[in-house]
């Protein structure tokens, strides 16, 4: 099971994901439910745990039809890059607030043949944790700062009593600033508290695969039994509802029969649901209903403060100096902090040396600086952002000055001129033959907005970032 198991895994992760985490890490041997899996140190172990066990213990129970349990035993493997193994990063064991899962302490003296194996109890309380939730996103893991109170705040109020009060709820914002984290940690804190409560966590992309198939294998009433009869019911990304009518339709149907029964309903969307351009006007009004909140870009404070947090749970020394350094650089949401942290980390780790300020800026270059990428076309950057804004490509290049036109535009030339080294006369003729003199007043107008606006500026991060990824795929 443990072979097929991770073949399947393959299959869904990305090379690069895949070979980072799953090369290194083998199985060891079995008894009754419970698998032993060996992984190099005790970093692999938790980022595995956090990041992949809940997708091994799904696969496993897919495959063998019951419930296997993964333990994992440290093994300092010998490795023929480095036979000498000096020890000189700093882990502290006894700062890891997982306690008994203690850091395996290894030695420069340590015999490579004969590796100390540290087996670690089974994950005790498994059956304690709902399938479809990570068990990381609880609120004691989630910072609290200026940027999400008030939205972490009634995520708890909502946890404490779901469908009492705000109901339904929806929270907003940009890539990477916590929507899931708070959703999933709803799901974990009703499922403690309240345990017999039918919670579903699911995907507005997943909820509608599976409205498909359920259409496809003529199964509509066991998908509408299931989500009419939801205690809590939890939807994260709702944007991906968009230009989708028919699944647009079915939550209609499901979000009266929850509402009419007092049942918590929670929502999350990457922007307003007021932005959202492609759907009923009768979903947007139920979706607008009960309390709406965002969630913003962490501040300087923030980032520090959730950056040791993760140090802290990583058992990790890291200097001062790179800490403020990260802080200082990776402004935009608290995903890329935590990549640039995991990066770090697990280049200190493999290659067995401390974490200095030399390695922090080596290795987070990438994060420090936006670099001019030389495939991205203007194209490009049209298609992505007429589909962000629900406009198309011609009304982008077109004469056109309504509001709803000439804002996306704004947005695209700016775009253009921040990361592609296309002139301002250039831009300009990619934009239906405009004088250079208006997209540089376009960018002036971008730049002054984002400076009081930075939902704005999060949403044309996330806007880069695809146009970025596309260009790389093309
Ligand atoms: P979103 O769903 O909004 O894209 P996520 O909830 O996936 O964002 O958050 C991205 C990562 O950042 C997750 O690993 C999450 O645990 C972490 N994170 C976000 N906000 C906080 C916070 N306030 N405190 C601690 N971790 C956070
Ligand atoms: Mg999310």
Redesign the pocket.
Same mark, same amino acid.
């Given at each position: 099971f443990w072979e097929e198991a991770v073949k399947q895994i393959q299959e869904e992760l990305t090379e690069q994901e895949f070979s980072l985490w799953f090369n290194r890490m083998s199985y060891a041997s079995s008894r009754q439910d419970t698998i032993i899996v060996s992984v190099p140190s005790s970093f692999y172990r938790d980022q595995v745990k956090s990041r992949y066990l809940s997708l091994i213990e799904n696969k496993l129970y897919e495959l063998s039809g019951s419930r296997i349990a993964i333990e994992f035993q440290v093994q300092a493997v010998p490795s023929n890059s480095a036979p000498e193994k000096n020890q000189t990063r700093s882990v502290s064991p006894s700062s890891s607030p997982r306690g008994t899962s203690g850091s395996q302490p290894r030695s420069g003296t340590q015999n490579p043949s004969a590796p100390v194996a540290r087996q670690e109890p089974a994950y005790r309380n498994r059956s304690s944790h709902h399938p479809s939730l990570k068990r990381?996103?609880t609120f004691d &893991?989630?910072?609290? *700062?200026e940027n &999400?109170a008030f939205a972490?705040n009634a995520a708890m109020a909502i946890a404490k009593n779901p469908g009492t009060g705000y109901n339904p709820c929806l929270v907003y *914002?940009?890539? *990477? %600033? *916590? =929507? @899931?984290? !708070? !959703?999933q940690s709803i799901g974990n804190s009703v499922y403690q508290d309240f345990g017999d409560s039918k919670i579903i966590y699911v995907t507005m992309e997943n909820f509608t695969n599976e409205f498909i198939q359920a259409i496809r294998e003529k199964k509509q009433h066991m998908f509408k039994n299931k989500y009419r009869h939801a205690d809590v019911l939890l939807i +994260? +990304?709702i944007h991906f509802l968009q230009k989708k009518p028919e699944t647009q339709e079915e939550l209609f149907h499901t979000f009266n029969a929850l509402y009419d029964s007092n049942k918590q309903m929670v929502f @999350?969307c990457d922007r307003p649901v007021s932005e959202l351009k492609e759907i009923t006007d009768r979903l947007r009004s139920r979706f607008e209903r009960g309390l709406n909140v965002d !969630?913003q870009p962490?501040s300087y404070e @923030?980032r520090y403060a959730?950056l040791k =947090? =993760?140090i802290e749970a990583a058992g990790v020394q890291i200097p001062e100096e790179s800490i403020n350094l990260i802080c200082e650089n990776v402004t935009t &949401?608290?995903?890329d %902090?935590?990549a640039a942290l995991t990066k770090l980390i697990a280049y200190a780790e493999l290659v067995n040396k401390s974490i200095t300020v030399e390695i922090t800026k080596q290795q987070l270059k990438d994060f420090f600086s936006s670099p001019i990428q030389k495939n991205i076309t203007i194209a490009v950057i049209q298609r992505n952002v007429a589909e962000y804004f629900g406009v198309s490509v011609q009304e982008l290049k077109s004469k056109r000055k309504t509001k709803t036109i000439a804002f996306p535009r704004q947005v695209a030339m700016y775009i253009a001129r921040d990361i592609t080294e296309y002139s301002t006369t250039e831009v300009g003729l990619e934009f239906g033959g405009r004088d250079h003199t208006t997209v540089m007043h376009a960018c002036d107008r971008i730049k002054e907005r984002m400076k009081s606006d930075p939902y704005l500026v999060g949403q044309i991060d996330s806007l880069k970032k695809a146009i970025r990824e596309a260009s790389n795929r093309a």
């Open positions: 990381e996103y &893991n989630f910072i609290i *700062g &999400n972490a *914002g940009g890539v *990477g %600033l *916590g =929507k @899931t984290h !708070l !959703l +994260d +990304d @999350t !969630l962490p @923030t959730i =947090k =993760k &949401n608290v995903r %902090l935590e």
